[in-house]
């Protein structure tokens, strides 16, 4: 009894505790970098600068960006609807760089882990989108 006691402590649980967490922590991956991706792409394409493309074939930002971004983290939020049932949390930054006509987005998740206490583990997720334009 004391040596099956001790061996449902010592590699058992563990074990479960790698499948429970582990499997979570790669479905909230997966989550976040769809969502990372989906508001990168909707922050791309929102911003850009389809007057100016289209008279002088430019390809940049339109000059007020701050609802297009906020569109963005709407897209982000959206697209992680399921977060308060998977009991994760999660924030995205979103950069416009205009040398490269281009959104630089970075995500990160915090997820507690069900089994083995400690820190919650983060998780994070990058994308890049550019505009393209096409004549």
């Known amino acids: 009894m004391v040596w099956t006691a001790l061996f449902?402590?010592?590699?058992v649980l563990p074990l479960l505790s790698l499948v429970i967490?582990?499997?979570?922590?790669?479905y909230v991956r997966g989550r976040l970098q769809t969502a990372v991706d989906a508001a990168c792409e909707d922050a791309?394409?929102?911003?850009?600068?389809?007057?100016?493309?289209?008279?002088?074939?430019a390809t940049k930002f339109i000059p007020n960006l701050e609802s297009v971004?906020?569109?963005?983290?709407?897209?982000?939020?959206?697209?992680?609807?399921?977060?308060?049932?998977?009991?994760?949390?999660?924030?995205?930054?979103?950069?416009?760089?205009?040398?490269t006509v281009s959104m630089h987005c970075s995500a990160v998740a915090a997820v507690p882990l069900t089994i083995a206490l400690g820190a919650p583990v983060n998780i994070q997720t990058q994308a890049v989108s550019a505009i393209r334009f096409n004549r």
Request: net charge negative.
């Open 8 to 11: 449902l402590a010592a590699v």
């Open 21 to 26: 967490d582990g499997t979570r922590l790669f």
């Open 44 to 57: 791309a394409w929102s911003g850009a600068d389809y007057r100016a493309f289209r008279d002088t074939g």
């Open 69 to 99: 971004l906020a569109q963005a983290l709407g897209t982000f939020d959206n697209t992680l609807g399921d977060r308060s049932q998977i009991n994760f949390t999660a924030s995205v930054s979103i950069i416009p760089n205009h040398a």
